[in-house]
């Protein structure tokens, strides 16, 4: 293992120690952890809070308890274990493949890391990676978006919407957003929505807004609440990427739905599965970190310190945020 120089014994982490609700992720002083083969110890500058925790941390998704949960996070790579790597001691990285990122080091597979370009701050390259990377591969990938079609993006306020938004806007799509309230709404609108609109009866509204036709494509990472509608709202052969399940996951679906829809597409993707190879992830990097880099691109978050992870859960669940939600130790 390579080291810079001499790493504390122990660390700040938050471990939940079985399941419940936001309380029973508390801050406890932990070993800090040595890397293995193929694996960099990452001094974290910011760790991403996903839907995705809340899930593992009251029980929906089984995690072997004391955990210390958190998959993304960014900082600065200070040890190495054995084998061949693509990164260095003193690189500036994010990743969404790290291990208890909820701490003030973690690890990750030193092939899964994204270099963070000088000029970007790391904390905003934690906001952007998980949320930016998805979006982008949403558009490119999953739904193939072409300039002048419409799209639908659920939940436009949040960390992915606001993001997908401006990317679709770049390509020159015309988006149609969803939110909760009004404030959210203007915020979708804001990202470059031409229309952004409740959820009630949307898949009406959209049938209106489109003449008829319906969207092309549905972002959707809301799942239960908005799935039969969302499937309403596509065009003859459109695409559904069903890339989360905010409200609870989709209920099995009979593929003849699909059928009816309108030969219609579902997918259920996941980012690992377009961070392939370094080729894709340096393309996807590229494309989100450069305009970030630049100001043409914003991202939006709300940071809380690393202590407080609870009350991030909290908000999440709650609804109450807006754009990304990090931890800061």
């Not at 193939?144 to 419409?150: D, M, S, T």
């Not at 100001?295 to 310190?305: I, T």
Request: with cysteine.
């Amino acid at each position: 293992m390579t080291e810079p120089h001499t790493l504390p014994e122990t660390m700040t982490a938050v471990r939940a120690h079985r399941t419940g609700g936001p309380d029973v992720l508390t801050p406890e002083t932990v070993p800090v952890p040595s890397p293995g083969e193929g694996e960099a110890l990452i001094r974290v500058a910011a760790t991403g809070v996903n839907f995705i925790e809340t899930y593992q941390r009251s029980g929906a998704y089984p995690v072997e308890f004391p955990a210390v949960l958190g998959t993304e996070a960014s900082g600065v790579v200070v040890a190495l274990g054995p084998g061949d790597h693509a990164v260095s001691v003193g690189d500036r990285v994010t990743t969404a493949s790290a291990r208890g990122a909820y701490a003030e080091y973690c690890l990750a597979p030193s092939s899964h890391l994204i270099p963070v370009p000088d000029g970007l701050e790391l904390e905003l390259a934690c906001a952007a990676s998980l949320q930016g990377l998805t979006a982008h591969y949403l558009i490119t990938s999953v739904a193939r978006v072409e300039p002048g079609q419409w799209v639908l993006v659920h939940a436009g306020a949040g960390g992915v919407g606001q993001v997908a938004i401006q990317l679709l806007a770049r390509l020159g799509a015309r988006v149609i957003s969803t939110a909760s309230t009004p404030e959210k709404r203007e915020l979708a609108s804001a990202a470059g929505a031409e229309h952004s609109i409740g959820y009630e009866g949307f898949a009406d509204t959209v049938r209106t807004l489109t003449d008829g036709r319906g969207v092309s494509a549905v972002l959707d990472g809301v799942g239960r609440a908005t799935f039969d509608d969302s499937l309403r709202s596509l065009d003859r052969r459109g695409t559904l990427a069903l890339f989360g399940a905010a409200s609870g996951p989709v209920p099995p679906v009979d593929p003849q739905a699909l059928n009816k829809a309108g030969s219609v597409t579902l997918c259920r993707p996941s980012l690992p599965d377009f961070l392939a190879d370094p080729e894709e992830r340096r393309w996807r990097a590229e494309e989100v970190f450069g305009p970030l880099a630049t100001g043409e691109l914003r991202v939006e978050y709300s940071a809380y310190p690393l202590a407080e992870a609870a009350a991030a859960h909290t908000a999440l669940e709650g609804r109450a945020t807006t754009g990304k939600t990090v931890l800061t130790p």
